[in-house]
């Protein structure tokens, strides 16, 4: 082999160091250290996705940021919430570039924030500069990383178009030394028809799943049995190095037996549609703090143009008719921005639309045991049926009894024997296991009563999807029943049950048809012998399925009301809600009864209106606010309420859970103030600090926060995390006396204030 020359060795020494760090070549990283992400592009937010990426700090503020970019200062945003210290440059490339929760701007850039705050006596701003007024150079200082805002220390970073639209760095110039596969930890599957439940009663199950001994693969060691339409959805997560923190996958592809469903890449966003994100994500885990499922099939109303289904059916699996009874193979592929990729295969058996074995005659032989005769269905060989058993019911259990036993006939016909004596009143049902170890249940096939029931009750849940109601009743035998759904007086459906749970349960599933727009009572009806029907048991609701019509006034009574407005949902939804005493209301401050709306979560596409009435002769009116209960942390949450010339307090809700009239009293709390009364000081530029807090409503923004100095207005540097306010002088203080005063108002208005006077000396 020849000498390599010079030229080559140099380019070959550079392309290495492409490689290995990182280097892009149109921009720089922000931060001049090891870069590390605590958040990823796409992860989950409070109605919106992740627009960048969240680059951990150590844990320390203070971090240098620089200009990736030449370019100018387009935007600067300063607020107590959200991005804290913003600060937008406008690339020379054409991009823009964000970054959020800064806690200081370089001297140039602060100068100009300074003035405009003191002009404006705010702190609150969000400046537009004119183009190249403030021009800034690749590898300039800018600012340095802090805390504002929320969370704990670190960079916000985006990426953005031209046109404003989040790009993802790491898809677009920013790259990583990446090696890290991305992890699978559960699986879920979802009912889509709009009449069944899974065994437990429920419309969706997860399971979790195993990893392989090859890196990357993971496995369901459970094959689940369907007969009917179902979505998938995926918990899994990503990490830049092993033991890092977890953030959202990059790519996600479904595919059963080699055909792909659906996909859906998080490369690019829009803000119009950061909604989509409870669409994208399964939001009632969302909710529960399990923010990393994934759904793998789309819902109505979802507009994210990174999802892409590959079928007519929105994803789902079923509705293809080129879908065969038999063992079906499907595979998750996970994919991060460098092409590690992980793989979950699953396995589910598909079955026929009835059950797998039909009863077709019952015969008293000559033991007095009774002979069940069966017949299958035409498809069931492509089951691989292994094993059949019946379960007789007892209580709230379905139990294996040695007096009820198969025999197989040839070809798959059953004989079911039953010596029990009392068989006419024992429910019965086929239990099949394939070779594959799935586990199908027929429907009962004897022993329902007719014309028994005792002590019923109705439980109601809404759902995502529908509304699930559960008949309850203690006792040992099935009953023949079925379910009546009123609206007034008039009987609008009927429905026997999707689930005979138990002798103790029987589960019914009403999709959102707009037939059930009101449902104003529920009943139990019973069958008899003499084909008599009677109810057996009757229970006022009050359901409404919202997103049908334009609006919806619910009056629950004289002074709380809700509003449904169809376009507050991305597809109708099941609205329950109950009105309950508020026991101690003196001792809590209530100024009214509980009054709470189901589900707690509900995935709404803009927020509801809820409005509750003031009592005119209240003297404390002034003082009380419409509230939500944080039940996690039993605290009560101030909402922004909107006072209304008709008395009325008015306020937007993403969801339900439980409102009342709650007053605040309680002035803010304003302790640890640096400065003390009566002292001298050297430094005549002193850091003024202290802790503000507020028990409930809290503060509105900046101007609630009032510092003066000598009667001159100071900057209220405020962290509403940390409670920690901050300011300085802009300018040395003279060698003399000062009086610093401090007001702070929450929103009930409530004041505390606090006057100081100190004496600035000098340090000879």
């Not at 090859?214 to 995926?234: C, E, Q, V």
């Not at 890449?265 to 529960?288: C, I, P, R």
């Not at 014309?451 to 529908?466: H, Q, R, T």
């Not at 309850?472 to 029943?481: K, R």
């Amino acid at each position: 082999m020849g000498k390599i020359s010079t030229k080559f060795k140099s380019l070959l020494i550079f392309v290495i160091i492409l490689i290995t760090t990182g280097y892009t070549a149109g921009a720089d990283w922000p931060l001049k250290t090891d870069i590390d992400l605590s958040s990823g592009f796409g992860d989950l937010r409070n109605f919106r996705f992740h627009a960048g990426i969240d680059l951990r700090t150590g844990g320390v503020e203070g971090r240098e940021v620089f200009s990736p970019v030449d370019g100018y200062v387009w935007r600067i945003k300063m607020s107590y919430y959200g991005y804290g210290k913003g600060l937008y440059i406008k690339g020379d490339d054409g991009y823009l570039y964000v970054f959020g929760h800064l806690r200081d701007f370089a001297d140039k850039i602060d100068n100009i924030v300074k003035k405009r705050q003191v002009a404006d006596s705010r702190y609150y701003q969000d400046m537009t500069l004119p183009v190249d007024s403030l021009r800034v150079k690749r590898g300039e200082l800018v600012a340095l990383s802090g805390q504002t805002g929320s969370g704990a220390p670190h960079l916000h970073f985006e990426k953005r178009s031209g046109d404003n639209y989040p790009v993802n760095p790491l898809t677009h110039g920013y790259r990583l030394k990446d090696n890290t596969r991305p992890v699978f930890t559960r699986i879920g599957f979802q009912l889509a028809d709009d009449h069944s439940v899974f065994y437990g009663g429920t419309r969706k199950v997860y399971l979790e799943v195993s990893p392989t001994k090859k890196d990357g693969y993971f496995y369901l060691d459970t094959i689940l049995y369907f007969n009917n339409p179902f979505g998938i959805l995926a918990e899994c997560f990503d990490r830049i190095r092993p033991g890092g923190m977890r953030q959202a996958v990059y790519k996600l592809t479904l595919q059963v037996d080699g055909k792909t469903c659906y996909q859906v890449v998080f490369d690019s966003l829009d803000f119009d549609k950061g909604g989509m994100v409870n669409l994208e994500y399964d939001y009632q885990e969302a909710v529960s703090d399990k923010k990393q499922v994934r759904r793998l099939f789309s819902l109505p109303g979802n507009e994210y143009n990174g999802s892409r289904v590959f079928n007519d059916y929105r994803g789902l699996i079923g509705y293809q008719p080129e879908m065969k009874v038999g063992l079906h193979e499907g595979k998750i592929t996970a994919e991060d921005c460098f092409g590690n990729i992980s793989e979950l295969h699953f396995k589910f058996l598909w079955g026929p639309p009835t059950d797998i074995f039909h009863l077709d005659s019952v015969q008293t032989a000559e033991d007095s045991s009774y002979h069940f005769y069966f017949s299958p269905t035409p498809d069931y060989k492509a089951l691989d049926i292994d094993t059949v058993y019946v379960l007789r019911n007892w209580s709230k259990n379905w139990l294996n009894d040695s007096l009820n036993y198969v025999h197989r006939i040839k070809p798959g016909n059953l004989i079911i024997k039953s010596e029990r004596r009392d068989i006419e009143r024992i429910s019965l049902k086929l239990v099949t296991i394939t070779r594959q170890g799935s586990y199908i249940e027929d429907k009962p096939f004897n022993g329902i009563v007719k014309g028994y029931c005792k002590n019923l009750d109705i439980v109601y849940e809404p759902l995502d999807d529908g509304l699930l109601i559960t008949a309850a009743t203690p006792g040992n035998f099935l009953g023949d029943i079925f379910l009546r759904i009123y609206r007034g007086d008039s009987l609008i459906d009927e429905k026997y049950p999707a689930l005979y749970k138990s002798a103790e349960q029987y589960v019914f599933f009403l999709p959102p048809d707009k037939k059930y727009l009101v449902i104003d009572s529920l009943a139990i009806a019973l069958n008899f012998d003499d084909g008599a029907i009677y109810n057996r048991f009757v229970k006022k609701v009050k359901i409404r399925l919202a997103g049908i019509n334009p609006v919806d006034n619910v009056q629950v009574d004289s002074i709380f009301t809700i509003q449904l407005k169809t376009n507050s949902f991305y597809q109708p939804q099941f609205i329950t809600w109950e009105k309950k005493d508020a026991p101690y209301k003196i001792t809590h401050f209530l100024n009214s009864d509980y009054y709470s709306i189901f589900p707690e979560a509900i995935m709404t596409k803009e927020n509801i209106s809820v409005s509750i009435k003031l009592d005119e002769t209240d003297r404390n009116k002034s003082y009380s606010g419409l509230c939500w209960l944080d039940k996690k942390n039993n605290k009560w949450f101030w909402l922004e309420n909107n006072l209304q010339p008709d008395g009325y307090l008015r306020v937007g809700s993403s969801g339900g859970g439980t409102f009342a009239l709650v007053s605040d009293f309680v002035p803010p709390r304003l302790e640890q103030l640096s400065l003390k009364h009566g002292t001298f000081i050297t430094d005549r530029q002193p850091l003024i600090s202290f802790i503000l807090e507020d028990t409930l409503s809290g503060f509105a923004d900046d101007r609630s926060i009032n510092i003066t100095l000598d009667d001159r207005w100071l900057i209220p540097e405020y962290n509403p995390e940390t409670k920690i306010c901050q300011t300085r002088p802009l300018e040395p203080l003279s060698l003399d006396k000062h009086t610093l005063k401090i007001v702070a108002i929450d929103r009930a208005g409530n004041k505390v204030e606090q006057n100081v006077q100190f004496r600035v000396v000098s340090s000879r």
